[in-house]
């Protein structure tokens, strides 16, 4: 199949840190992706991961990717508000350039 | 760089009207995609182009719905009668084969609303 899932829903305090999680079904995925949406707006990459990595750290976000479990996650160090906005996990296979997008994961920074 | 420039921005029309959403992808970019946005159904990717081609219009719901891209800088969907549930945001990205495929670039969306 081609599901990507997310759970919907994150909330965290100011200064922790968030993770958000995602899981994949299929195994040629090539490219691993997260982007951000903030209200009323596109979507933006925020970084990507190629399968063969297991890790990938820029600036605040961590990304990590268990390639047996087909897992992958979206950590956010010293989370703030202006972090809050939906996170979307989506996939590319080989021979396409077509992204298949999770149903997104809402972040709410609370104060 | 203006980045991906869509219009219109919001749309408004009455059920059974046409509709066009205009796409202006970033210069230089060789992929061009078309996707819709619903609470009911997520993201879904509707129709690609490469160097102005279609590749992939599998995401396309209905023959209602129509694409073109007559040259580098341009492209336009269109519904055609338009219903009620066509109701969503429709964003349209680009990309740079050069660059590699994580680069896709999207745009503001078109906000449609069929009454």
């Known amino acids: 199949g081609e599901d990507v899932e997310q759970s919907l829903f994150l909330s965290v305090r100011e200064g922790d840190s968030s993770v958000i999680n995602c899981t994949y079904t299929?195994?040629?995925?090539?490219?691993l992706y997260w982007y951000k949406q903030e209200p009323g707006a596109g979507l933006q990459l925020l970084t990507y991961?190629?399968?063969?990595?297991d890790m990938k750290q820029d600036q605040r976000l961590t990304v990590l990717l268990n390639k047996k479990d087909k897992h992958l996650s979206l950590r956010i160090a010293d989370t703030q508000t202006g972090d809050s906005a939906i996170y979307f996990c989506?996939?590319?296979?080989?021979?396409?350039?077509?992204?298949?997008f999770g149903s997104g994961t809402r972040l709410l920074v609370r104060p | 760089d203006a980045g991906v420039i869509q219009s219109p921005r919001h749309e408004v029309t009455e059920m059974g009207q046409e509709v066009t959403l205009r796409c202006k992808p970033i210069?230089?970019?060789?992929?061009l995609f078309w996707y819709r946005q619903t609470m009911m159904r997520g993201l879904e990717l509707l129709i690609y182009?490469?160097?102005?081609?279609?590749?992939?219009d599998s995401g396309m719901p209905e023959d209602r719905f129509s694409a073109k891209m007559p040259n580098a800088s341009f492209s336009t969907l269109k519904i055609q009668p338009s219903e009620p549930r066509d109701s969503a945001v429709y964003f349209c990205?680009?990309?740079?084969?050069?660059?590699?495929?994580?680069?896709?670039?999207f745009g503001p969306g078109t906000r449609l609303l069929v009454l």
């Open positions: 990205a680009s990309s740079f084969s050069g660059g590699g495929r994580e680069t896709q670039y």
């Open positions: 991961i190629f399968s063969n990595m």
């Open positions: 299929d195994s040629s995925s090539t490219y």
């Open positions: 210069s230089g970019h060789d992929y």
């Open positions: 989506a996939e590319s296979r080989d021979s396409s350039y077509k992204l298949i």
């Open positions: 182009f490469n160097n102005n081609v279609p590749i992939d």
